[in-house]
C-alpha cells in the first residue's frame, strides 16, 4: 500500500516539475515527500522512526512529542518506542528521549502495550496501523534479523 502512495508521489513531483514547479512550492506536498524518503535509506534511526510513524498516523514530526495523552498522539508514539526497541540497539532512555520526550519506563510500557495488540489484535483500527507499519518497517526487520544470525553489531 505504502508502495502505490510512494509512486504516486513521484508521478505528482514530475509532473509539477515538468509544469515548471518545484514540490517546495506546496509546503504540504514538501512534508509528505520528505516523510517518505527516508524509507529509501537502507539504515533506520530513531529519527527516521519517529518521521515514518508520525507521517503514517497523519501527525506532524514534532506532535509525538506533545504531552497529551490523546489517543491520535499515544498510539504512535507507542508504535514508535516500539519500533525502535525492535529495530534498533539504542537504550530504552534514549528511544524515549527522541521519541516522545519520556522516560525509560514509557518506553516499557509501550513495548508491552504494543505486545498486547499484536496478540489480541483489539482494537481492529490500532491492529491494522501495526500491520502497516509492519510492511514498512518489513526491510529494517529482515536487515537486523540476518545481523542477528551472524552475530554483527549494527
Known amino acids: 500500500m505504502i508502495g502505490v502512495y510512494i509512486e504516486c508521489l513521484r508521478e505528482m513531483t514530475e509532473f509539477c516539475e515538468r509544469r515548471g514547479f518545484h514540490h517546495s512550492d506546496f509546503p504540504a506536498l514538501t512534508e509528505i515527500i520528505e516523510g517518505f524518503n527516508v524509507l529509501e535509506d537502507p539504515v533506520i534511526t530513531l529519527t527516521k522512526i519517529k518521521k515514518i510513524v508520525a507521517n503514517t498516523s497523519g501527525l ?51 513495548r508491552k502495550r504494543i505486545q498486547l495488540l499484536r496478540e489480541t489484535k483489539y482494537p481492529r483500527e490500532d491492529y491494522e496501523r501495526l500491520k502497516e507499519l509492519d510492511v514498512i518497517f518489513a526491510p529494517y526487520r529482515e536487515k537486523k534479523k540476518a545481523q542477528v544470525r551472524n552475530g554483527q553489531e549494527l
Open 60 to 110: 506532524v514530526y514534532h506532535e509525538l512529542d506533545k504531552k497529551s495523552q490523546e489517543h491520535k498522539y499515544l498510539l504512535p508514539r507507542q508504535l514508535g518506542h516500539y519500533y525502535g526497541w525492535l529495530l534498533t540497539d539504542e537504550t530504552l532512555e534514549k528511544i524515549g528521549r527522541i521519541i516522545g520526550k519520556r522516560d525509560y519506563s514509557t518506553v516499557l510500557h509501550s
